[in-house]
């Protein structure tokens, strides 16, 4: 009997200190006051390298350095091809013959055949077949030019000479007042600027309708009507030009 009141002890003893373990300290939380404030902790791990900062502006062009020393030869080049040289000199000078031979005959169709005269930029034709204004246009167009435009003092001249070494006395050129009346305009759509022709009292529109000019063999200029027939004088570029020029 007494080994079981000895159990029965042991056992409550047992259950009073698993109650006190468990539980005691929930049941006694809200009485405990809080603790005295902590000492100071130590310094903390040094922390991880930032992000780099935005770029700034590009700085002065550094002097410039001193030249580098010579490098080192190169390597040898293949052997050359033996050149003729007299033969090919003898070739070139012929060539030089031929290309003279060439602008001789060359200046012989224009001038004799053809009989043109011309400026560094351009080439002019006397075309002895009496036509209208228009006409006339028509057909240094169709030749590949247009009307004569002396715009200047020397291109006037030269044509003059022209005409009055031609045996001629009257020629179209490409000048007009059709759209505005007393408004000169060139067939390219110039203005007359600083170089006009006129003879003495020209244009005066005489006869009501001078809307176009001719050249007389002096090189003076005079307005006549569109509708007389004469011969005229075509232009034409040396050098193609761009598209947009349009005459
Ligand atoms: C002048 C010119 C005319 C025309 C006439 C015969 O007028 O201005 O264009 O040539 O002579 C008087
Ligand atoms: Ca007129
Ligand atoms: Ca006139």
């Not at 404030?37 to 502006?57: A, H, L, Y």
């Not at 560094?120 to 006397?126: F, G, Q, T």
């Not at 090189?219 to 011969?231: A, H, P, R, S």
């Amino acid at each position: 009997m007494d080994n079981q009141k000895l159990t029965g002890n042991l056992l409550l003893l047992l259950l009073f200190q698993h109650f006190i373990f468990n539980y005691g300290t929930e049941v006694c939380s809200n009485t405990i006051l809080p603790g005295m404030k902590g000492e100071q902790g130590g310094k903390g791990d040094e922390g991880e390298e930032g992000k780099m900062g935005k770029m700034g502006p590009p700085g002065l062009k550094g002097d410039k350095g001193v030249k580098g020393i010579e490098g080192p030869p190169g390597f040898k080049g293949k052997p050359g091809i033996t050149c003729d040289c007299g033969r090919y000199r003898k070739v070139v000078g012929q060539m030089d013959i031929n290309i003279s031979k060439l602008k001789n005959s060359v200046k012989f169709v224009k001038n004799v055949i053809l009989g043109v005269k011309e400026t560094d930029e351009k080439v002019y034709l006397i075309v002895k077949e009496a036509k209208k204004y228009k006409e006339a246009l028509i057909n240094c167009r169709l030749r590949g030019g247009t009307l004569a435009m002396p715009k200047d003092e020397d291109t006037n001249s030269l044509i003059a000479s022209y005409v009055s070494q031609a045996g001629l006395t009257r020629v179209f050129i490409g000048l007009h007042d059709s759209d505005k009346e007393g408004q000169f305009v060139y067939v390219d759509g110039t203005p007359l600027q600083n170089y006009t022709g006129w003879s003495p009292g020209e244009p005066n529109n005489a006869f009501v309708n001078e809307n176009c000019v001719e050249m007389e063999n002096t090189g003076f200029w005079n307005d006549v009507e569109c509708d007389l027939t004469i011969y005229f004088v075509c232009e034409f570029w040396k050098k193609r030009r761009a598209a947009a020029t349009v005459t």
